[in-house]
């Protein structure tokens, strides 16, 4: 396998991908079945307690899953994800997303994905299972 594929695809989904642009999504690693990525959380993403908004948190495991789902090579689209908050994040936090692959079949694969914050406290826990299509990454 090409051991820079992962990077090529994420930086091909990056360049498309104006919603983790915003978010200010940091890559921090690219590898076959994993992907690791950060943001530090910014005024308008607290929601009206003054904490992260939750679809962000969400937001940001999603795009964590996606560069690690895609790393094959092949295109995957999410098909089903859910998350447990376990502690708030407040403005100027730095969130790290830690993507791993749990299982991967022609089909489907799972993915688990843990979300810390800059103290290596657990903010959320992720999981995605996405549906692996025929399309192969032009990289």
């Not at 103290?119 to 990289?139: D, H, M, P």
Request: aromatic share 8%; charged share 20%; proline share 1%.
């Amino acid at each position: 396998m090409n051991d820079d594929l992962p990077k090529k695809v994420t930086d091909v989904m990056m360049q498309n991908d104006l919603f983790s642009q915003w978010l200010g999504i940091e890559r921090i690693k690219d590898s076959t079945g994993q992907s690791i990525v950060s943001l530090k959380v910014r005024a308008e993403m607290l929601n009206g307690f003054k904490i992260l908004h939750g679809g962000i948190s969400f937001a940001l495991a999603d795009s964590a899953l996606a560069f690690a789902a895609n790393s094959h090579g092949i295109q995957c689209v999410s098909i089903e994800n859910s998350i447990h908050y376990h502690k708030p994040a407040k403005e100027g936090d730095v969130l790290t997303a830690v993507s791993n692959e749990v299982s991967k079949s022609n089909k489907i694969a799972v993915y688990e994905v843990v979300i810390t914050n800059q103290l290596q406290e657990k903010i959320a826990s992720f999981k995605g299972t996405v549906y692996r299509t025929k399309n192969e990454w032009k990289v």
